[in-house]
């Protein structure tokens, strides 16, 4: 099984800057791609921004300029870097992760991790 562990949120003051990472774990051999998605009260989950192995890397509009993501392929973990972070980035923070090979051959479409929230004071 695939497990994700998801840290890094809190409370912080607008202009203030963030750390999410998220650590799948289960004897995995390489993960197609990693995403961080957004939902904020009453809004439909967002993909923020994602990243495959090889680098590519796609993020929402809102978010350009400010957020970026980065990938440890060896730990299996994924990081999203948040700068100058506004009071709508506020939401529950959810890590995905699609196209999970494991070790011995098994394989897994996709899994979400269990959310980290993410508050910004104005």
């Known amino acids: 099984q695939v497990q994700l562990v998801e840290s890094g949120g809190g409370l912080v003051q607008a202009g203030g800057s963030l750390r999410l990472s998220c650590a799948a774990s289960?004897?995995?051999?390489?993960?197609?791609?990693m995403s961080w998605y957004r939902q904020a009260p009453g809004k439909q989950r967002e993909l923020v921004a994602s990243?495959?192995?090889?680098?590519?890397?796609n993020f929402a509009d809102s978010v350009k300029g400010r957020f970026t993501i980065s990938r440890d392929n060896a730990k299996s973990t994924v990081y999203l870097q948040m700068n100058s972070l506004k009071p709508e980035d506020t939401a529950v923070y959810y890590c995905?992760?699609?196209?999970?090979?494991?070790?011995?051959?098994?394989?897994?479409?996709?899994?979400w991790g269990q959310g980290t929230l993410v508050t910004v004071s104005s």
């Open positions: 995905n992760v699609r196209g999970v090979r494991g070790i011995s051959g098994w394989y897994k479409a996709e899994r």
């Open positions: 289960g004897s995995i051999s390489s993960i197609a791609t």
């Open positions: 990243r495959t192995s090889g680098g590519t890397t």
